[in-house]
């Protein structure tokens, strides 16, 4: 190694190691980590703003503008009510209809934004209830990793891949999402024998669900058919953003734009709710990545990894899928996913195919989440609006649930890995 690849190595490693202990906040180290591979000359800032991909970064921009006017119209809240109204106050088919609204959410919002919108609703469902709302909280947390992997704008990871991987909206639900229908059910079905099956509440408290007024949840009844428009259009857009010519980034914001636009919202308020400290973090990592790509670091990762697997495509998917479940079950998933798919592109130049890579990254990736409290951010922002609450999810009671469902789920995909592509 040269003295350039072992500077690159080292500050990449050394932002990882910020992440993990989190001595600093990550999005400091990785935009420290940007600026110091210029700094030492490692990449010039041409270099450094050309490893940044815009198409992710608006994608996130977009998506959470977007959201952001949404939910002042109190569309989210109304559709909760409704569906514990649906369920006609039984706790088993509420924590069903919530656990796959949680899904379905998950694959079109931000995880996090759907646990914040979800979460609360189902703490005062299961108060009037006189029910432990930990149960309903877990499968919520799980459902919003496993929805997350079903599309495109699902989850970071997954618009990392897209972006990089040249994959449309269509792509992901004919892989991805397939492979998510078949962990819903399974995990469902587990649900009803941890849960559903000792679920009992007495009459008098499901009709007390049943007298709430969904109507009084609207803010803003304009505002929400406006929003449900913008809703369709926009799954539209991304669903058929390939066949138009357009990139994905480009239906996010100009959602987003339309909707600032029409929704008559408080600007400066609305550009608050983006969480920039997450874009400035990506923009960083974006750089820090890139260090080690114009060093060729990565293709020589790229090349020990054939190299190990003996150039044999399907051991190399299986690979990729469990070693990067287990390693986003404790680490964040955006940096793993952000040095790895330098490295599947790098086997692509050697002439591979990649595709089965692509989708192995994803489903790991993205499941993994659902390994342990600190696996995604879903997991760590809901469990705190519980302990909020008054009850506490610990990381051993969670990791007793999580992890058995987190590798059950990756078996399901491994298995359908399997026949998509042996």
Same mark, same amino acid.
């Given at each position: 190694m040269d003295t350039m690849q072992i500077l690159s190595v080292v500050v990449f490693l050394a932002v990882m190691a910020a992440i993990v202990t989190e001595k600093i906040h990550r999005t400091v180290a990785a935009v420290a980590g940007g600026v110091l591979l210029v700094c030492l000359h490692v990449l010039t800032v041409d270099d450094a703003v050309g490893y940044i991909d815009f198409n992710t970064i608006g994608v996130l921009i977009g998506m959470m503008l977007f959201v952001a006017v949404v939910r002042n119209?109190?569309?989210?809240?109304? #559709?909760? %009510?409704?569906?514990a109204k649906i369920a006609k106050g039984n706790p088993w088919r509420i924590m069903l209809l919530f656990t796959v609204l949680t899904a379905v959410l998950s694959a079109f919002l931000d995880n996090v934004t759907t646990v914040l919108l979800v979460g609360p609703m189902t703490i005062a469902i299961t108060g009037i209830l006189g029910l432990n709302p930990v149960p309903f909280l877990l499968t919520q947390i799980l459902a919003s990793n496993i929805g997350g992997t079903a599309t495109l704008i699902g989850d970071p990871p997954n618009i990392m891949i897209g972006s990089q991987a040249g994959l449309s909206f269509a792509d992901f639900i004919m892989n991805t999402g397939v492979a998510v229908l078949f962990i819903m059910a399974a995990v469902c079905v587990c649900f009803y024998f941890m849960y559903g099956r000792r679920m009992t509440v007495e009459a008098d408290k499901m009709a007390a669900v049943m007298r709430l007024d969904e109507n009084k949840s609207i803010k803003d009844r304009p505002l929400m058919i406006k929003s449900i428009v913008m809703i369709v259009l926009v799954v539209l857009g991304f669903v058929f953003h390939s066949t138009l010519g357009v990139d994905s980034c480009i239906i996010a914001l100009a959602s987003a734009t339309i909707l600032l636009l029409i929704g008559r919202q408080e600007t400066e308020e609305i550009v608050l709710g983006v969480e920039w400290s997450t874009i400035l973090f990506f923009t960083g990592l974006f750089v820090v990545v890139g260090g080690m790509v114009q060093t060729g670091v990565i293709t020589a990762l790229g090349n020990a990894l054939v190299t190990v697997t003996g150039g044999n495509a399907i051991l190399l998917m299986l690979l990729i899928l469990w070693g990067s479940a287990l390693f986003s079950s404790f680490l964040d998933n955006i940096p793993f996913v952000a040095t790895m798919i330098p490295l599947i592109l790098s086997m692509q130049a050697e002439g591979m195919d990649v595709t089965a890579l692509w989708w192995a990254l994803? /489903?790991?990736?993205? /499941?993994?989440?659902?390994?342990?409290? %600190?696996? =995604?951010? =879903?997991? @760590? @922002? /809901? +469990?705190? %609006?519980?302990?909020?609450?008054?009850?506490? $999810?610990?990381?051993?009671?969670?990791?007793? @649930?999580?992890?058995? /469902?987190?590798?059950? +789920? @990756? #078996? $399901? +995909?491994?298995?359908f890995l399997l026949v998509r592509f042996h």
């Open positions: 119209s109190g569309l989210f809240e109304y #559709v909760a %009510i409704k569906a994803s /489903l790991g990736a993205c /499941l993994g989440g659902n390994g342990t409290l %600190i696996g =995604a951010s =879903a997991n @760590v @922002v /809901l +469990s705190g %609006i519980s302990a909020k609450h008054g009850h506490p $999810i610990t990381f051993a009671s969670y990791l007793k @649930v999580g992890f058995p /469902l987190m590798l059950l +789920s @990756v #078996v $399901i +995909s491994t298995a």
